[in-house]
């Protein structure tokens, strides 16, 4: 059953690691705007859709 | 009607076509154009008519050549790449998002650019080689996105942000789920082998996890507490603060005597809970600034005049009393001056609340804040910005104190009786089991101070509160902070400011008085106030039949007096009474704007000019007139008192030509005699008034654009649903009560265990968050009604 000491010592080291990489992501601003990147990452997808069937041959000089 | 492809704006009558599609205007055309040459027309696939339309531009951002004006723009620059952020207003949609994080598409300059669409800002790195500031600034505003920049922005300072809400939640809720973790063995109290072995690591490591919670997470409820006790205040954070403390140190004390497993689950759900309350009640409107003065109004730079006659741009704080200043037409006069050159028509309705523009000769003095409508004209400064005639009213010491302190809550005048109950209870119980069993006294209480913290009722009011403050902002009534909620339900009296708050900016009321206008009259009529450039000729331009254009023989403007026009044989005055010279008993000289109009030496009449009042103006007066004291506090004349006698209720009071200071004055006056008072003001020179007020409200027909320092701002279009919000706040205060009778049948309950001393930490657990959740599930329920029955009265 010592193994209970292992398994405390992961866990406990799993939830550090989260918790340091949230306060990190704090830190770099990432809850600063909480909107505007929902709305960005469908961005690219249309824009590369509507290059390749209009404009095949500038499709290389936009990426 | 054909809608314009850009803007959605209806064509009128000037429609153009272009490329198949319509405009509005050649400037929509153009945005159009540039967008559709750089291959950016993807702008108009993500939204139908995501466009804006372009102002002027040319010559305005000028100053932007005045390298030290430029730097104090910019957020960062090293060496070429610089990094400059800009407030643009005009940002509403995923389009806007789009193109401006496109800009290296239109200019090869611009490295990056990232929007933040709540705050509607847009942070721009760019190569200062390839692209100078001003033709940054005049691309962003050629695309109908001009940034807003103004005075504020050169006093700046490196923003901190503060998140440390944010880190103090994340430890919490990261601490409260593991130590519910850790204690999930203990709580059916079984004898095992295995539990017994390791029960003392899982309590060490709740007591590890627990630390940074009480001094880090719950810090700021000891420095309230003990800020409120040195003021002798009992306020909310008094009990919280003893409950935490107390449950952190017989906890601690429990598992080093090894008595049990301490409380540490209750401790760390109890912050969590706590400061998720604190979270919900954060103002959430980050793209509306409630501090603004005339600092973020005044333009940033002017054009000042050499000693060689050349121009050049000047930031504002170097304007000394003496220098010559030129203010081009919609400029703003940041200073006091003195009318030097020029024909000047200065708008003052921000600053004074007076309705039509005032025309001013050269020796004339000017205050600061006006804006100039017409042409150029030339200025000497007489005072330096700050010690202007407008902006010493922002060194009354009402700007500097904060109206939140002075406020005295249901929260705290109920915690105050709550605390002392509490207390007595907590020694009560210790004196009768001293007597009867002295081993239990010290946990019965500890006992009754952790489970009487007022958990609940801490939580009742943010989240009542932080619920309205959203419904709130759906119905376009914008509150700065959720406590003013509870001001908004203790308001006795309301003061409306006249121009611009009771009275809408366009659509001027006209009515004509006088004998009809021949066909041959109102045509030269017309075309000669399609000439003029004067506000009220383009007013009643707006509102006169346009079909009938014809080429006068000649015209001439008498600059402040009016319009003499001539064609064929009829000579038209058109302007000022004593410009006309009708018949003197026509003529009374009336504080209503008037434009006369007279027809070869006749008299024919007059154009009254009205204010349009606000829709619903009357029901909104009649309502709050009920149980509320009605003060009208204008700044203009007394022309319209008749008008508004109609519409007050008879109780009301009406004063005019009201000073700045004079508004601010008459609040504290009835605020002295006990009132509480709701200020509905909409210009700087309501700015004294609003804050010296208990609630100041500011009225604006585009929330975008800048409003005084406030403590809500009210779109323009719900102004009749003023007494709406006055009932939800009074209704608001009513949920609050009865959830500090739901929570205290909780403590009663919790109370019940802990003085007969068998508060285990299982029925903590259980107890303490139930209480909790209920009252979180009780207000926010109450609150969605009212919402939705609010939402229901808009659609009837």
Known sequence: MTIIYMLLAISVTVAVLFFIVFIISVKKGQYDDTYTPSVRMLFEDEVIKEVSTDKPQTKNDNQ | ?796
């Not at chain 2, 709540?118 to 790195?125: G, H």
């Not at chain 2, 969590?272 to 730079?301: C, H, M, N, W």
């Not at chain 2, 919609?330 to 006091?336: I, M």
């Open chain 2, 1 to 796: 009607m054909a809608q314009c492809y850009h803007c959605g704006d209806p064509c009128d009558d000037k429609e153009i076509k272009h490329k198949d599609k319509s405009f509005c205007c050649q400037g929509c055309a153009t945005v159009f154009d540039i967008l559709h040459e750089s291959d950016l027309s993807y702008y108009y696939d993500l939204e139908s008519t995501p466009g804006i339309s372009p102002g002027e531009v040319d010559g305005k951002f000028d100053f932007l050549d005045n390298e030290s004006i430029a730097e104090k723009l910019l957020e960062f620059h090293d060496g070429d790449i610089k990094i400059v952020s800009f407030l643009i207003p005009s940002i509403h949609c995923s389009s806007c998002i789009w193109v401006l994080e496109n800009l290296q598409k239109l200019n090869a300059g611009v490295r990056t650019s990232q929007v933040d669409f709540p705050k509607k800002t847009v942070r721009i790195t760019y190569a200062s080689e390839e692209v100078s500031l001003k033709e940054l600034v005049t691309l962003l505003a050629r695309l109908g996105y001009e940034p807003y920049i103004s005075l504020e922005n050169a006093d700046q300072k490196k923003k901190q942000v503060n998140r440390t809400l944010i880190y103090q939640l994340g430890i919490a809720g990261f601490a409260f789920g593991n130590v519910m973790f850790l204690s999930f063995p203990e709580y059916f109290q079984v004898e095992e082998f295995w539990l017994d072995r390791f029960k003392h690591l899982f309590r060490w490591l709740m007591f590890a996890y627990s630390v940074p919670v009480v001094f880090y997470s719950a810090k700021d409820y000891f420095i309230s507490a003990y800020k409120g006790l040195r003021s002798k205040i009992l306020n909310i954070d008094v009990p919280i603060a003893l409950g935490i403390l107390v449950l952190f140190l017989r906890s601690t004390l429990e598992i080093v005597m090894d008595w049990g497993t301490g409380f540490f689950d209750s401790l760390t759900g109890l912050v969590f809970f706590l400061l998720v309350g604190k979270f919900f009640q954060q103002k959430t409107y980050s793209y509306l600034s409630f501090e603004r003065d005339y600092k973020s109004y005044f333009p940033i730079a002017i054009t000042r005049i050499k000693e060689d006659h050349s121009e050049e741009q000047v930031p504002i704080y170097e304007v000394l009393p003496g220098d010559r200043l030129l203010v081009r037409n919609k400029e703003l006069l940041p200073v006091d001056a003195i009318l030097l050159k020029g024909d000047a028509l200065i708008d003052y309705s921000f600053v004074t609340g007076e309705a039509v523009p005032v025309h001013k000769d050269s020796g004339d003095k000017l205050f600061a804040g006006g804006r100039q409508e017409g042409g150029i004209i030339e200025v000497q400064a007489m005072k330096g910005v700050e010690q202007s005639y407008l902006t010493q009213l922002w060194s009354n010491e009402v700007f500097s104190t904060n109206k939140q302190h002075l406020f005295q809550s249901l929260t705290d005048r109920i915690s105050k009786n709550f605390t002392i109950g509490v207390l007595s209870l907590a020694f009560l119980a210790t004196l009768f089991w001293l007597v009867v069993d002295p081993s239990k006294a010290f946990q019965v209480f500890t006992a009754v101070l952790i489970v009487a913290c007022p958990c609940a009722i801490a939580l009742a009011s943010p989240f009542t509160l932080g619920n309205l403050l959203r419904i709130f902002g759906k119905q376009q009534l914008y509150l700065k902070e959720s406590y003013i909620i509870e001001q908004m339900a203790q308001v006795d009296t309301v003061v409306f400011d006249k121009t611009g708050t009771i009275t809408t900016h366009q659509k001027s009321k006209i009515i004509y008085e006088g004998i009809p206008l021949t066909e041959e009259e109102s045509a030269v009529l017309t075309s000669s106030l399609r000439a003029s450039n004067h506000p009220l000729s383009r007013a009643l331009y707006d509102l006169l039949n346009k079909n009938n254009i014809t080429t006068l023989d000649s015209f001439e403007e008498v600059t402040g007096k009016g319009i003499l026009a001539t064609h064929k044989n009829r000579q038209l005055k058109i302007g000022a009474a004593s410009f006309v010279e009708a018949q003197k008993e026509s003529l009374e000289e009336t504080n209503e704007t008037s434009v006369y109009v007279s027809s070869n030496d006749g008299y024919k009449g007059r154009y009254v000019f009205q204010n349009t009042y606000r829709k619903g103006l009357m029901e909104v007066f009649q309502e709050l007139g009920k149980d509320k004291k009605l003060v009208i506090l204008s700044g203009d004349n007394d022309g319209e008192r008749e008008r508004l006698q109609m519409i007050l209720p008879k109780h009301a009071v009406m004063l005019f030509e009201q000073k700045p200071d004079d508004k601010l004055q008459y609040i504290k006056n009835l605020q002295k005699s006990g009132k509480k008072v709701m200020m509905v003001g909409d210009g700087l020179n309501d700015a004294g008034a609003l804050a010296q007020s208990d609630v100041g409200i500011v009225i604006s027909e585009n929330v975008n654009v800048f409003s005084p320092a406030c403590d809500g701002i009210l779109d323009a279009s719900r102004f009749q649903n003023l007494t709406d919000f006055f009932q939800i706040s009074k209704k608001g205060m009513k949920i609050i009560k009865w959830s500090f009778v739901l929570s205290l049948i909780y403590n009663l309950i919790g109370l019940s265990f802990a003085v007969s001393g068998n508060l285990s930490p299982v029925v903590a657990a259980i107890l303490m968050p139930l209480s909790s959740i209920s009252i979180v599930v009780f207000t926010t329920v109450a609150t969605y009604f009212i919402g939705k029955k609010l939402a229901k009265k808009e659609t009837l």
